[in-house]
């Protein structure tokens, strides 16, 4: 253990960003102490004030990357409405406003990762920096640089690429421009999203919430904060994931196409884009429009098969949410069984009615047409009381659940422990009981020696 004292005067968080004054408490002898020897105070301040940091970081990096994003479709788009030629100085200017904030986002990407790991280090309790440096953290660094840095350079480059051979066509190349195969990678920088939520989560941010997640050995990640987000607002969250999902395929999409000259006229129009995105997506495929290269063809095997998780989600997210609750299920199993109560003395009161003219005109030997119909009327109120108590033998085995068994199971579990327990204070009792009769009894057995003599 540490021999530095702490002063309780010092309070064991920041205030308002202001870590100079809680950074190091100094010895008696004037030193500051090594990191490692720092209080409780100085670390918890440090970890709140770099944490504030991190996400800060985080955000301005996702502004970047979005910026990147808008600067490359605006360019593009510019581009192919003819506005302006690759070559022109227009475009060479927004080419470079997409590399500056390129360079941007690298910046502050590199210093996320440096406040992540003087945040492990601050955590753990660490002093060298090269300890958080896993094989894996190195990875996770160099891609996400690698993806970041991939966007529109300045220039007018083309380069080529084979389109598909579908029947009754032949082999031929596209001559596709570079800025087309650099614009698709840029579209990855949207793991910055996922970086933003987990963030800003309020999950993620409370202290009380990592604590007990790190008692029960859960990660606070992006998994988890998106599984939490699925069954707090499940329908607000897949209806953004499939809109967005849609407009950017939609969109890749006709870039890729746009290259085809031959259906130039077909791919160039978003809206016939967004019609082979959508019936795609649904699984329907009508056929009228294709794609006519591979990267097309990709895109359109991503949309299938996000299309098919969007529907085993909306699936069980409408079972979910067509299911009755708890007290609505109560209610209705309650109204059923009212029913079937009534159902139940209608038919019984039927049998009598039935049985009652069945003997009046079997005993006045008369009429034996009505008494034939009374008879089936018999029969058939004595085979829907039948029907009615199947009925409600099935409502009530529906009627109990796991809930209920669960329930049941405690109730009757704390009913043996309070029975357990008074049982317990009762042989208490009795021996407290059996031992005072005997004293009162030795006692009683001097007191007559004691006459005797």
């Not at 227009?90 to 992540?116: C, E, N, Q, W």
């Not at 939490?228 to 209806?239: F, I, K, Q, W």
Request: charged fraction near 20%.
């Amino acid at each position: 253990m540490s021999s530095t004292r702490e002063n309780p005067g010092i309070p064991l968080v920041g205030l308002n960003g202001k870590l100079k004054k809680y950074k190091t408490l100094e010895n008696e002898a004037g030193d500051s102490p090594p990191g490692r020897f720092e209080t409780v105070g100085s670390r918890l301040a440090r970890r709140k004030e770099l944490f504030v940091k991190r996400k800060r970081s985080s955000d301005v990096a996702l502004i970047f990357a979005l910026f990147g994003i808008l600067l490359m479709v605006t360019q593009t788009e510019l581009t192919a409405a003819k506005v302006y030629h690759r070559s022109s100085l227009p475009s060479h200017l927004m080419k470079m406003a997409i590399t500056a904030s390129t360079v941007a986002l690298l910046i502050f990407l590199g210093i996320y990762h440096r406040l992540d790991i003087q945040l492990f280090i601050v955590n753990n309790c660490v002093d060298d920096w090269r300890i958080p440096l896993t094989a894996r953290r190195i990875i996770q660094i160099t891609f996400e640089i690698i993806v970041c840095s991939i966007h529109p350079i300045p220039g007018d480059f083309d380069t080529t690429w084979p389109a598909t051979v579908a029947e009754g066509e032949h082999y031929r190349k596209l001559r596709v421009p570079l800025d087309t195969i650099l614009a698709l990678p840029m579209f990855l920088r949207l793991f910055l999203v996922c970086r933003f939520i987990m963030l800003h989560s309020k999950l993620y941010e409370d202290a009380s919430s990592q604590s007990l997640g790190a008692l029960n050995r859960i990660h606070f990640n992006f998994r988890f904060i998106f599984k939490s987000l699925m069954t707090m607002y499940p329908d607000y969250v897949l209806t953004i994931i499939m809109i967005v999902s849609f407009i950017i395929a939609s969109w890749v999409l006709r870039l890729c196409e746009m290259s085809d000259t031959a259906d130039e006229s077909v791919h160039s129009n978003l809206l016939n884009t967004m019609w082979l995105v959508a019936i795609t997506f649904l699984s329907v495929g009508y056929g009228d429009i294709k794609p006519s290269t591979y990267c097309g063809r990709g895109i359109a095997v991503i949309t299938g098969m996000m299309g098919a998780g969007c529907t085993a989600l909306v699936v069980a997210v409408l079972a979910r949410k067509l299911e009755l609750s708890r007290s609505e299920k109560y209610v209705h199993d309650f109204v059923l069984d009212v029913n079937l109560d009534k159902r139940l003395k209608n038919e019984a009161a039927n049998v009598m009615k039935s049985g009652w003219f069945i003997y009046k005109f079997r005993k006045l030997k008369a009429n034996s047409s009505m008494a034939l119909s009374y008879q089936t009327k018999l029969l058939e109120a004595i085979y829907n009381i039948r029907q009615i108590k199947a009925a409600q033998r099935r409502l009530v085995d529906a009627s109990i659940t796991m809930t209920e068994v669960n329930k049941t199971q405690n109730e009757a579990s704390r009913s043996i422990e309070i029975i357990r327990c008074k049982q317990l204070t009762l042989e208490e009792k009795v021996d407290n009981l059996e031992s005072k009769i005997m004293s009162l009894h030795d006692k009683i057995n001097a007191i007559l020696k004691i006459l005797k003599e």
